[in-house]
């Protein structure tokens, strides 16, 4: 049995004038700027946030704060299961890059930053539903995140992913509601202040399964902590400039997606919880419809069901199986 697939990279620029593919799930963050009647705005004011941000954390030599600006790189990835050319989409990742307008140097940034797959909303949106329907207690099913975690493993040792990156994914996604973090003493000079969890989540279990660790990090005039899932050492792996860039990037999304936490009025304090209902926060300019995209992802569940689960599960089966 064949150990690895065949991944296909294809990237486009993410811009005011982005408009997503017919491959690209439509709740991701940045798909879902680009629609409706404010597209074109909403792209804008968020591309304006992003370059507003990175400045302010990348101050020094930078007293107009406009020397930098980032650009954008939608990163898509399709797999070839039977070495046939018929492909699926599989994840989908954003790539940063940093324009150094003083030296006119152009500055490679961080993988990852955000991180969509239709098997990860197959397997929350239909596989760990069905399986706790009916049940009097919540539970999780055997091996789940298995086949997600050996396909995204697969695809960080792939050639392609070698002859595109130089360094590992980071991913960043927001805290969790269900927890509590207490502020510890380890402070970076950018990532911030260093945040530990009360317990483990669903989703740390589910990232482990991909080969990432994740630490929390809250960065100077934050409202609360990013988790910032990685493999290696995140804090001296990667170059200020480079963290910056996928700070100033996530943390723009989630204050447009989590206002009640990104863009609270109040910052996290030594003992922080997270609250979806909390009133006492700020909304940006740019619209998002929340609920709309809470059910667009049982829908791109099923579509991975149907178009990539069944036709392939006998495949899919024995090369998990045989994954190493």
């Known amino acids: 049995m ?17 408009r997503p ?7 991701t963050n940045f798909a879902n700027l680009a629609r409706g009647e404010r597209r074109q705005e909403n792209l ?27 650009e954008l790189e939608i990163v898509s990835v399709d797999v070839d299961i039977e070495g046939n050319g018929q492909t699926f989409p599989t994840i989908e990742i954003l790539k940063t890059n940093i324009l150094d307008h ?19 909303d197959y397997d929350f949106s239909v596989v760990l539903p069905n399986h706790n329907k009916g049940q009097k207690e919540f539970s999780i099913p055997d091996n789940f995140g298995d086949l997600h975690g050996k396909l995204f493993k697969s695809f ?52 482990q399964k991909m080969g990432l660790q994740v630490r929390y990090f809250m960065p100077a005039n934050s409202a609360a902590p990013l988790a ?38 109040a910052v996290a304090g030594k003992r922080y919880q997270p609250n979806l209902k909390n009133s006492d926060h700020s909304l940006t300019q740019i619209v998002y419809d929340r609920e709309e995209r809470s059910q667009l992802a049982s ?24 994954y190493a």
């Open 299 to 322: 829908e791109q569940g099923k579509f991975a069901e149907q178009n990539f689960i069944k036709p392939y599960q006998k495949v899919l089966e024995q090369w998990s199986a045989n």
């Open 21 to 27: 593919s017919d491959n690209t799930r439509i709740t």
């Open 102 to 120: 003083h030296t006119d140097q152009r500055i490679e940034g961080i993988v990852g930053n955000n991180f969509s797959s239709y098997v990860r």
């Open 156 to 207: 960080v040792k792939s050639d392609s992913f070698k002859e595109k990156f130089t360094k590992p994914p980071v991913i960043c996604l927001s805290v969790s509601d269900n927890k509590t973090y207490q502020r510890t003493g380890n402070q970076h000079p950018v990532l911030g202040v260093e945040y530990q969890p009360n317990s483990t989540s669903l989703t740390e279990q589910y990232f």
């Open 2 to 18: 064949n150990n690895s697939f065949t991944f296909t990279i294809k990237s486009i620029c993410f811009d005011e004038s982005y």
């Open 44 to 70: 804008r004011d968020a591309l304006r946030m992003i370059n507003n941000r990175f400045n302010a954390l990348a101050h020094w030599d930078n007293a107009k704060g406009d020397r930098y600006s980032v």
């Open 228 to 265: 910032f899932y990685f493999v290696g050492d995140l804090l001296n792996d990667y170059s200020n400039l480079e963290l910056i860039g996928t700070i100033s990037t996530m943390e723009t999304f989630q204050k447009i997606y989590r206002p009640e936490i990104y863009n609270a009025n």
